[in-house]
């Protein structure tokens, strides 16, 4: 009889074969028996498997290739084969040295807890997710959801109990095409269990994408860049944590929403000041879904200026900006 793993870490990857380098680098000398590597590998060449074949001495490696189907449905369906007493997706991200050995030996001795916070790091600064200074329990759901925010739909922060994951996945079909089915299980998973730790770390290291490559990654379609952050993070962060909310004090959920909504527009009027987004039908559907949020009308005031006006005082407040911090360091 197969002996069950203590956690599966199951890798997303589609067209990324330098960074599954990467990461497989990262933790190849990490895994121990307890631990199994799932990867789906959704790419439409062969650049990945052949990278994934060079570390198949590692025997809980174990690789799956098939026809892209985008994020959400590689989450449900690695979710669904896992076998780990406990699952952790992974993205472009690191993790960091002994962090595996941590993780395994956390979960050893809290196997009651639902949801384990894995904290991260911005690569190459000090900057952490959640600036706590040990790692403890948090004091009940509402803290967590207040301290991770948009946070908590960053696939590589998840650690969850796997059956509490997969008795999720019937509902979390409806939100196929969100790009955000991860925050889906990852509620769930919260509102179905009473105990949450958070893990120090930083455990992850994260490779955020630069506003060059954002600018480069963005879709080009008869002549209209199409950025879909303000939508997975603005409206499908607000329909899915709107979902919760009976679980979490109104306070909290209030909070959460606001923060979200206030970064997401300014990325909107950023993006478009700075001509590589179109706000075109974003900034509407920001207004409908936030109308009851105060800063909704400071969003109105500035959505409503002329595009050459937004861009002067976008101008004008990098030049302050940055003259205050180069004057700081002089």
């Known amino acids: 009889m197969p002996i069950t793993p203590d956690l599966s870490i199951c890798i997303l990857v589609y067209n990324q ?32 498997e052949d ?40 993205g472009d991200d690191d993790i960091a040295s002994g962090s595996i050995a941590e993780v395994v030996s956390v979960i050893d001795k809290y196997p ?101 490559e954002i600018k480069s990654i963005t879709v080009k379609s008869g002549g209209v860049i199409e950025n879909r952050a303000f939508e997975v993070f603005g409206v499908n962060f607000y329909n899915i944590v709107s979902h919760f909310a009976r679980y979490f004090r109104a306070g909290t959920i209030r909070k959460v929403l606001k923060k979200s909504f206030g970064q997401t527009w300014r990325g909107v009027l950023v ?15 920001l207004l409908r879904v936030f109308h009851g949020y105060p800063e909704a009308w400071v969003a109105f005031v500035l959505f409503c200026m002329p595009s050459w006006l937004n861009k002067f005082m976008y101008s004008a407040y990098r030049a302050i900006k940055y003259k205050t911090i180069s004057g700081r360091h002089a």
């Open 17 to 48: 074969p330098e960074d599954v380098e990467r990461l497989l680098d990262s933790i190849s000398s990490q895994i121990s028996d307890g631990v199994e590597i799932i990867i789906r590998d959704d790419s439409t060449n062969n650049e990945t």
């Open 51 to 90: 990278i994934v074949g060079r570390y198949s001495h590692i025997s809980q490696l174990i690789y799956h290739r098939g026809e892209k189907q985008g994020i959400d449905k590689t989450i449900i369906y690695l979710t669904s084969i896992a076998r780990g007493r406990f699952i952790w997706w992974m």
């Open 112 to 212: 009651d807890v639902g949801f384990f916070w894995a904290n991260y790091s911005i690569k190459d600064t000090s900057i952490v997710a959640i600036n706590l200074p040990n790692s403890r329990f948090f004091a009940d759901r509402d803290e967590l959801l207040l301290m991770s925010g948009t946070g908590l739909g960053f696939i590589s922060a998840s650690i969850m109990r796997r059956d509490l994951a997969a008795s999720s996945l019937a509902g979390a079909d409806k939100y196929v095409g969100t790009t955000f089915v991860n925050l889906y299980i990852a509620l769930s998973v919260i509102t179905n269990s009473d105990r949450y730790y958070y893990l120090r770390g930083p455990v992850v290291i994260c490779h955020p994408a630069g506003s060059d």
């Open 271 to 285: 993006g478009w000041a700075g001509g590589w987004d179109t706000p075109k039908g974003k900034r509407l559907e």
